[in-house]
Nanobody, 126 residues
Framework: QVRLVESGGASVLAGGSLRLSCAVS????????MTWFRQAPGKEREGVACIDGGGSTTYADSVKGRFTISKDNAENTLSLQMNSLKPNDTAMYYCAAPAFSHYSCALTRPARYISWGQGTQVTVST
């Protein structure tokens, strides 16, 4: 059974940085695709960043150049380094694993992901 536990969310000022983590178990982490999504109140869930089994990364245009996704295979931990945060980055952030670990990154297809964490809240204020 896949288990995903996010941490690291907080309230920060615009321009600040945060590092989110997701502890993963029950999933072929080192060789599998993992993705960060976010959802703001009243908005649809949005794919933010993805890393596949080969280490290739994909980012939403809205975060490109500011966010970095990475894996620590020794610790089975997925991270999202977020810099230059903006108020419209405010959302609940979720890590997710697809139904099949070999699936390629699919930021616009949340239905591919069947394992989700409980989320961690990020609030960016001016």
């Amino acid at each position: 059974q896949v288990r995903l536990v996010e941490s690291g969310g907080a309230s920060v000022l615009a321009g600040g940085s945060l590092r989110l983590s997701c502890a993963v178990s029950g999933y072929p982490f080192s060789s599998g695709t993992m993705t960060w999504f976010r959802q703001a109140p009243g908005k649809e869930r949005e794919g933010v960043a993805c890393i596949d089994g080969g280490g290739s990364t994909t980012y939403a245009d809205s975060v490109k150049g500011r966010f970095t996704i990475s894996k620590d295979n020794a610790e089975n931990t997925l991270s999202l380094q977020m810099n230059s945060l903006k108020p419209n980055d405010t959302a609940m952030y979720y890590c997710a694993a697809p139904a099949f670990s070999h699936y390629s990154c699919a930021l616009t297809r949340p239905a591919r992901y069947i394992s989700w964490g409980q989320g961690t809240q990020v609030t960016v204020s001016t």
